[in-house]
């Protein structure tokens, strides 16, 4: 499913992990709406876009990645357990 202007955009972090993955793998089911997901592992990128079609680097820790991966999102699933030192 590619980004669409007329579908609510999602996105999703964490889908490397365990409860990210899953939200993301039942929010691919959905045609109504377009999903991101986002990794800070540069090297899952392109195995994240095979599965989800757009993926993108996000990093919580350095607000200097936010801009590309909030472009255009509607609606955002945040689960993880990173800490901001
Ligand atoms: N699994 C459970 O049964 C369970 C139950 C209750 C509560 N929780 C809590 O729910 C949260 C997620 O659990 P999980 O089991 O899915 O954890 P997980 O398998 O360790 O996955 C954590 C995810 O968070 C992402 N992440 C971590 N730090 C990040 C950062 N700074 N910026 C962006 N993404 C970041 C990681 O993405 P990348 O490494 O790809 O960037 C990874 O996909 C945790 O806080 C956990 O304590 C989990």
Known sequence: ?????????ILTLGATGQLGKM???QLLKED????RV????K???PTLKDLYND??????DD???????LKGV???FLLTGGVVA
Request: charged letters at 25%; glycine letters at 0%; zero cysteines.
């Open 1 to 9: 499913m590619s980004i669409s202007h007329n579908k609510p955009v």
């Open 23 to 25: 939200v993301a793998d």
């Open 63 to 69: 607000p200097r990645t936010f801009d590309t991966p």
């Open 38 to 41: 986002t990794s800070r592992k």
């Open 43 to 45: 090297e899952q990128l």
């Open 55 to 60: 993926a993108v680097f996000m990093d919580l």
């Open 74 to 76: 509607d609606r955002l």
């Open 32 to 35: 109504s709406i377009s999903l």
